[in-house]
């Protein structure tokens, strides 16, 4: 009886925790796509969107830290969001969810027509694969007695390549109020994630 108390006191909590004290509903991803079919509320977003936030995405999530899914998809559109796994702690089937306030359904859309054409490995590749990529094939040069670190990343897409930048803070152990910020470019295939030259 305590057990159980203390597991629906954990449910409410973490409902309040994520809504502000609001009441929220959490929908399956097979909720989501019946009730999609009968009233398609997804905002619409262009591919650029989709492709910024998948490229945020990690290897691992914890809680309700989680990336940028695809959901389902329909022969026009890629439906895609931020679903909660578990994050009830009622759930024992650990389903992926949705939340759901009192201002809509937080999901998304976009066009699969202009996914295909831009960014047409969508489904596969994520921020987190490129990152290694970058820092398995650093270039940077280390002077002696100086430290470095990567501050933040963007990505870019041309001609099927996608441009990552990484912005590296330089600082001398001497000198620390010298440090500098540099900006390296690694130009990676989207198809065979192979390093290629600048061009």
């Known amino acids: 009886m305590r057990r159980t108390i203390l597991l629906l006191t954990l449910c409410l909590v973490t409902v309040q925790s994520y809504a502000g004290g609001r009441i929220v509903q ?7 796509q019946e ?3 009968k009233n398609d509320a997804a905002q619409v977003m262009d591919w650029e969107d989709f492709f910024q936030r998948r490229m945020k995405n990690n290897r691992w999530y914890k809680g309700d830290k989680g990336g940028c899914e695809i959901l389902f998809e329909t022969d026009t559109y890629v439906y895609y969001g931020y679903p909660f796994h578990g994050i009830d702690r009622c759930d024992t089937n650990n389903q992926r969810k949705i939340a759901a306030t009192k201002n809509g359904i937080y999901y998304y859309k976009t066009s699969k027509k202009e996914l295909l054409k831009h960014f047409p490995t969508y489904k596969s590749v994520e921020g987190y694969r490129l990152r290694n990529i970058v820092q398995g094939n650093d270039t940077v040069l280390h002077p002696p007695l100086a430290t470095y670190s990567i501050q933040e990343y963007t990505y870019a897409i041309a001609d099927n390549k996608i441009l990552v930048g990484a912005k590296y803070k330089r600082e001398h152990q001497l000198f620390p109020v010298n440090a500098r910020f540099i900006t ?16």
């Open 26 to 32: 959490f929908y399956t991803i097979q909720q989501l």
């Open 35 to 37: 009730l999609t079919a």
């Open 184 to 199: 390296y470019y690694t130009y990676i295939d989207m198809h065979t994630l192979e390093v290629k030259p600048m061009p």
